[in-house]
């Protein structure tokens, strides 16, 4: 029974607890700096017993699953004290942060930066389940930074035990492809749904009139604060310049409705209608959504 | 068996050709302008078989449901040849259009301003389904204007035989409000699906990287651009001022990235979280999304 320590027991590191649980190959230490999600996490089955700092060296891996704030500062921590043999790695959703600030800590190679592409709209130990990520994608990055056993351990566990395709990039081409395709997305839908509540003062009628087209539009606009808020942050570089396309975009929708150019509208629409053919394959990939 | 007439077998006047036939007590004869929608169509069982210019006296009741920049002229030319007796309905998402440009006619009193709110990404007479109006929402506009017989006709019709929610509003307050939460919601699908496509030049990359949050929010970019040119076009002076407003609210989101301001940005989020209320309504409202 191998030993694993998590540190952060909500929706991602939770439904990992959960599922390496569920194998019945790990035996799961939880830890969480919210006492109230710690208790949550150990009732629901997320964790076997609550982690303690002296546990740490007995653990033959160690999961981060903490705010993108919090992420770089534990991952160095904690890399000092692991067992010498034991790997560790992250679940965060940008790389470089953690990448660049345990990028010349003697037990690098240790240390693995992941990014299991799943998650919902909720969050907390209440939002976890057993089958988050199965049939999902896990980016792992600079795998070349990582020693060969530590590497080989945490893609097996993503991989078999969890049931991922796990593929490989390096931290900079993955925080930049992932501000378009999931940190755009949040923004757009947060963008949207605070511009509904801005314009309609009565929610009588956003229920009345919407549709499910607006719910899954405005869907992210339910993600958590304390986890988007770090993430969008960290990742500003990668994502300002996407949102100034996307402002550009806008600009130029209004003005073909201003011109009423129904022809140039048509055109755009049609052009971008390609995207549906990518949707369907991201449908496919994770059955009906 | 009343005899009905459905002018574009469509998403929309397809699935009320099926679900209106499935009730065993209306006779459908279908319309459309391209004929192999038609001919799709009459295979698929949308009607019962083809409407002729020379049926129309004899219809019980005319559904108009082609795209929103022919439906004022074609509402106008059919209500001077419908039987006396006989309703018309439209299924258009803007209303305004439609009600002035025949709100002299003489048989106004026969027709009856109607959105049924349902529909889905897709389009054509392959889209069409029995149960997709079942449990939502329908929104008659200017009651005051319809003849008692023809609006009690039109309620019954969409209340009894669709399973349909009826509601009454005002055709110019209905305007307004679809613009927020559903005109609205496409062009901030459609400005992600083409900034996504502007700066991703690789597919590849998108299909791995995103996940079901980006299908999600970028769904309605898959809409027809035949349905929804002229759909933005007609509801453009509604819809003008509330994408100037989520430009606005867009910068604000740029402005505290490029800040840094972690308090602001996370009491933006927070405030906005409140739209999940209103999601889970529409939700429960629905079904499961």
């Not at 080989?152 to 969890?162: C, I, P, Q, S």
Request: proline share 5%; with cysteine; charged share 25%.
């Amino acid at each position: 029974m191998k030993r694993i320590g998590i540190y952060g027991l909500g929706l991602i590191g939770g439904s990992l607890g959960l599922a390496l649980r569920a194998t019945g190959r790990y035996r799961i230490y939880g830890a969480d700096r919210n006492p109230e999600h710690l208790k949550k996490a150990l009732e629901r089955g997320l964790a076997d017993t609550e982690l303690m700092p002296a546990d740490i060296p007995q653990m033959d891996g160690i999961i981060l699953a903490v705010p993108a704030d919090a992420l770089p500062v534990l991952a160095r921590q904690l890399l000092g004290k692991l067992n010498p043999r034991a790997w560790m790695f992250d679940t965060g959703s940008v790389k470089r942060p953690v990448t660049e600030a345990i990028k010349d800590h003697p037990r690098r190679g240790r240390f693995v930066a992941a990014h299991p592409i799943a998650g919902t709209e909720y969050s907390g130990p209440e939002a976890a389940f057993v089958s988050l990520f199965g049939g999902k994608i896990n980016i792992i990055c600079d795998p070349e930074a990582s020693d060969d056993d530590a590497l080989e351990a945490v893609a097996t566990l993503f991989g078999h035990d969890l049931g991922m395709n796990v593929h490989y990039l390096p931290s900079d081409v993955h925080d930049k492809h992932i501000a378009y395709v999931s940190h755009l997305s949040h923004v757009s839908a947060f963008t949207l749904g605070k511009t509904v509540l801005d314009v309609e003062n009565d929610e009588h009628n956003i229920f009345l009139m919407a549709g499910s087209g607006f719910a899954s539009t405005v869907r992210l606009a339910k993600s958590s604060p304390d986890t988007w808020t770090p993430v969008l942050l960290q990742n500003r570089k990668a994502l300002l310049p996407v949102l100034k396309t996307y402002g550009q975009n806008l600009e130029i929708f209004i003005d073909l409705l201003e011109k009423e150019d129904a022809g140039g509208l048509h055109r755009l629409l049609t052009d971008t209608n390609r995207i549906g053919r990518i949707i369907d394959r991201i449908a496919e990939k994770y059955g009906k959504q």
